[in-house]
């Protein structure tokens, strides 16, 4: 038999879970500012006692809101994950993870959308949300160069210093991509994917130091 302790234990996860949802389809509509406690409590069903008793404050609901969708993200989406068992050379990976990536961004994450706004203002006092997003960045970072470590072991040599360029330009053509899919709200063709890898595969194969 169920315990009642735990009742009221998944309500408040129900609960929680429901303002979080409602806090990020908001800020995908109408961003930071237009993410209101008032709209979080209309949208949600829940009352604003509930949203402070869980968050304490809006700053620190759309930071859980960020990390929330984040994690998701990371969980949902396959790119980031090192694939040692596949058999394909450095250029068809490079091109599968793009594809990848192109097909996960219309999922519409939405934790990119705010932390790009986020990213782009300047506050007096710095929301809590953009700080965690700069944290993912770097996060992200990391794993992509992870990634091109794994993915050039076998090609050459490459230093530390053009893994982490190449991380970062990595990062940015997604930014790229992502803010043209949020733009004109159709599907980034298959074929612009490609050409991007078979560039980024080309400058690897330039910049590649033959081992011995």
Same mark, same amino acid.
């Not at 899919?181 to 130091?209: E, F």
């Given at each position: 038999?169920?315990?009642?302790?735990e009742r009221?234990? *998944?309500? !408040?996860?129900a609960s929680r879970e429901a303002i979080i949802?409602?806090? %990020?389809?908001?800020?995908?509509e109408f961003g930071y500012d237009g993410t209101t406690v008032a709209a979080v409590t209309e949208r949600s069903g829940l009352p604003a006692s509930s949203i402070y008793w869980h968050f304490g404050s809006k700053d620190a609901l759309l930071a859980a809101a960020l990390e929330h969708s984040y994690r998701q993200f990371r969980r949902d989406a396959p790119m980031y994950r090192i694939?040692?068992?596949?058999?394909? !050379?450095? #250029?068809? *990976?490079?091109? #599968?993870?793009?594809?990848? !990536?192109v097909r996960y961004m219309t999922r519409n994450p939405h934790f990119w959308r705010l932390g790009l706004i986020l990213t782009l203002e300047r506050r007096v006092k710095e929301p809590q949300a953009r700080r965690l997003f700069m944290r993912m960045r770097e996060e992200?970072?990391?794993?992509? =160069?992870?990634w091109w470590r794994d993915v050039l072991a076998e090609q050459g040599t490459h230093s530390e210093e053009d893994?982490?360029? %190449? =991380? *970062?330009?990595?990062?940015?053509l997604m930014d790229g991509m992502f803010i043209q899919?949020?733009?004109? #709200? /159709?599907?980034?063709?298959?074929?612009?994917? /490609?050409? %991007? =890898?078979? =560039?980024?595969?080309?400058?690897? /194969?330039?910049?590649?130091?033959?081992? #011995?």
């Open positions: 038999m169920e315990r009642k302790s009221p234990n *998944r309500q !408040g996860d949802e409602a806090a %990020l389809e908001i800020a995908a694939r040692r068992q596949e058999a394909a !050379g450095a #250029g068809e *990976r490079i091109e #599968g993870w793009f594809q990848r !990536g992200s970072e990391n794993l992509l =160069a992870d893994i982490r360029r %190449l =991380a *970062r330009l990595h990062l940015m899919y949020r733009a004109d #709200g /159709t599907r980034i063709p298959p074929r612009q994917a /490609t050409l %991007l =890898a078979r =560039a980024l595969s080309a400058h690897v /194969t330039r910049q590649a130091t033959p081992c #011995g």
